[in-house]
């Protein structure tokens, strides 16, 4: 998918990709901006206890970090917005910076599908995605883990290309 020209990541995405990709940047920025609730088991996985063992010294890092960490995740998000195409198909041309950004961004759209779906290290995908198939194939379940799968490959195809750029 992403391929190096230049001093830039490029890839061709397709309509219903550059909607999916849109819808999961604008549910990430939703999540963090309208009131963020911290009893959200995704929440808690995007800002997660520094110090699990001592709540009180864990409280008082997210006083002083969770604001800057937070505008950096929308930012990220955004930059995934601001790179897309407006409408339909189209290239995205992104510089190491973007680049970056746009890995954190599908990182933290990854952990967030990932905890919503109950995904762990150990699960695998293909057969959850197989289960979830014959389960029923028009299921919401399937479109989730069909656009885990392909963020998880979108990734990938970054980070190959990544390393090349600096």
């Known amino acids: 998918m ?8 490029v890839a061709t995405f397709e309509h219903d990709e550059v909607r999916v990709l849109r819808k999961v940047a604008a549910e990430v920025v939703g999540l963090l ?9 995704v929440v808690s996985r995007l800002f997660p206890d520094i110090y699990p063992d001592r709540p009180e010294d864990s409280s008082e890092f997210r006083l002083y970090t969770e604001s800057d960490l937070k505008t950096s995740k929308i930012d990220q998000a955004g930059a995934i917005l ?25 990182n933290d759209a990854r952990l967030a ?11 695998d995908l293909a ?8 389960e029923d194939p028009g299921s919401s379940r399937v479109f989730q883990l069909s656009v885990y799968a392909y963020l998880g490959y979108l990734q990938e195809s970054l980070l190959n290309v990544l390393p090349d750029m600096k």
């Open 2 to 9: 992403f391929r190096r020209i230049g001093g830039q990541c």
């Open 127 to 134: 057969e959850e995605l197989d289960e979830a198939v014959l």
């Open 33 to 41: 901006t309208d009131g963020m609730d911290h009893t959200d088991p």
């Open 82 to 106: 601001a790179a897309l195409p407006d409408e339909g198909e189209g290239e995205v041309r992104l510089d190491g910076e973007a680049a970056e950004a746009w890995l954190r961004a599908i």
């Open 113 to 123: 599908m990932g905890t919503r779906l109950e995904i762990r290290a150990d699960t």
